[in-house]
């Protein structure tokens, strides 16, 4: 069974840093590309960043340099480095995947930016 | 303001069928293959329609997805209670180099 379990979570003052992780297991992880979505309360899925089996990385406009997403597949996990936090940064962030569509998504881990 | 539009929200009745559509431009929709989400309250998102119009596995054909040009949309026909949920396109954009989704379309099943 595919299992993705995000954490790392937290509360953080702005301009702060996090990690997140996003631990992987049920599949072969080095054969798949992963992505971080995250939700804000009330409103919609935003894509943040995917890393491709091959370590091709993507980011979404907003990110400016900010966050890093990064893969290590003998550990079966993934990581998103997030610095320079706002306020408008506060969310549920998910980990996802598939091979076509992202048909396995964590539980999402909340973080929260605000003094 | 997201660069592929969806209506805020759609409703139907049970057993109706209803459509929600998904907005975009050349650089997105218009040559990239288009997915649909769903989302209860409270869950994480589950992937309905790969590739505009593929079914993954377990998902009952009563979910439908077409693609035209710079639009997409998704049909649910014998609408469900169980269907009130939020509905989400997600594409590819060449021009941004990354992933976007719409905007969200909740459904409500009167």
């Known amino acids: 069974e595919v299992q993705l379990v995000e954490s790392g979570g937290g509360l953080v003052q702005p301009g702060g840093s996090l990690r997140l992780s996003c631990a992987a297991s049920g599949f072969t992880f080095k054969n798949y590309d992963m992505h971080w979505v995250r939700q804000a309360t009330g409103k919609g899925l935003e894509w943040v960043s995917g890393i491709g089996a091959a370590g091709h990385i993507f980011y979404a406009g907003f990110v400016k340099g900010r966050f890093t997403n990064s893969r290590e597949n003998a550990q079966n996990s993934l990581y998103l480095q997030m610095n320079s936090l706002t306020v408008g940064d506060t969310a549920v962030y998910y980990c996802?995947?598939?091979?076509?569509?992202?048909?396995?998504w964590g539980q999402g881990t909340l973080v929260t930016v605000s003094s | 303001q997201s660069v592929v539009t969806q209506p805020p929200s759609a409703s139907g009745t049970p057993g109706q069928r209803v459509t929600i559509s998904c907005s975009g431009s050349s650089s997105n929709i218009g040559s990239q293959n288009v997915y649909w989400y769903q989302q209860l309250p409270g869950t994480a998102p589950k992937v309905l329609i790969n590739?505009?119009?593929q079914r993954p596995s377990g998902v009952p054909d009563r979910f439908s997805g077409s693609k035209s040009g710079t639009s997409a949309s998704l049909a649910i026909s014998g609408l469900r209670s169980e269907d009130e949920a939020d509905y989400y396109c997600?594409?590819?954009?060449?021009?941004?180099?990354?992933?976007?989704f719409g905007g969200g379309t909740k459904l409500t099943v009167l």
């Open positions: 997600s594409v590819w954009d060449v021009s941004l180099t990354g992933w976007v």
């Open positions: 996802a995947t598939g091979l076509e569509g992202w048909d396995s």
């Open positions: 590739r505009n119009n």
